[in-house]
Structure formats: C-alpha cells, structure tokens
Nanobody, 118 residues
Framework: QVQLVESGGGLVQPGGSLRLSCAASGSIFSTQVMGWYRQAPGKQRELVAKTTVSGSTNYADSVKGRFTISRDNAKNTVYLQMNSLKSEDTAVYYC????????????WGQGTQVTVSS
C-alpha cells in the first residue's frame, strides 16, 4: 500500500512558477513509477509527467520545456517544477504511483489546486 500526499498548489499569475511535492508513505517508493496528472473543470484527467524507477521522464506536449518532474528516493518524494505557467494550466493536480510506465497506477493522492490567473 502506498499513500500519497500532495502539497505546493496555490494561486499564481501567468508566467509565474510553482513547485508541487508529493510525499509517499511506505517502503516501496523506489520501485514505483511516479506521475503527475491534472484535471480541469469539465475535462478528463490527463497525464502531465511521469518518472520511472531509473529516472527517465516523459511529458505531455503541452508542458514540455516548462515543467520538470524529479524524484528523491531517499525522501520518498516526487516533485513537479512548473515554470512559465499559463491560464490553461489551471487544474487540480494529482500524484500517482504504480508499476507501469504506460498506464495509470492504482495509488492516488487527494489532489492540490493550481490556479493561474491575474
């Protein structure tokens, strides 16, 4: 069992930055593929970024060059650094954990709201 707790969301102006954190409980964090997903009002949940056990990453086209996912296995934490934020990045951001690099994992955090607005 993996429990995930996100933090770091908030209100930011367009062009600003935020860093999201996701702390995981349990001893299996280093074996999990970690991902960030987001869901905007009226839209389906979508993948933002993933990082595998080896540290390889992939990103949604809409965030490439602006967002960076990273993980610290010693701290059981995954991060999402978000720069050059746009209004269309406004959503609830969810942390996800699993073993598949291509499918959503079974473990979800509670979500953290990110609002980009002037």
């Amino acid at each position: 069992q993996v429990q995930l707790v996100e933090s770091g969301g908030g209100l930011v102006q367009p062009g600003g930055s935020l860093r999201l954190s996701c702390a995981a409980s349990g001893s299996i964090f280093s074996t999990q593929v970690m991902g960030w997903y987001r869901q905007a009002p009226g839209k389906q949940r979508e993948l933002v970024a993933k990082t595998t056990v080896s540290g390889s990453t992939n990103y949604a086209d809409s965030v490439k060059g602006r967002f960076t996912i990273s993980r610290d296995n010693a701290k059981n934490t995954v991060y999402l650094q978000m720069n050059s934020l746009k209004s269309e990045d406004t959503a609830v951001y969810y942390c996800n954990a699993g073993v598949s690099p291509v499918r959503q994992g079974p473990y979800w955090g509670q979500g953290t709201q990110v609002t980009v607005s002037s």
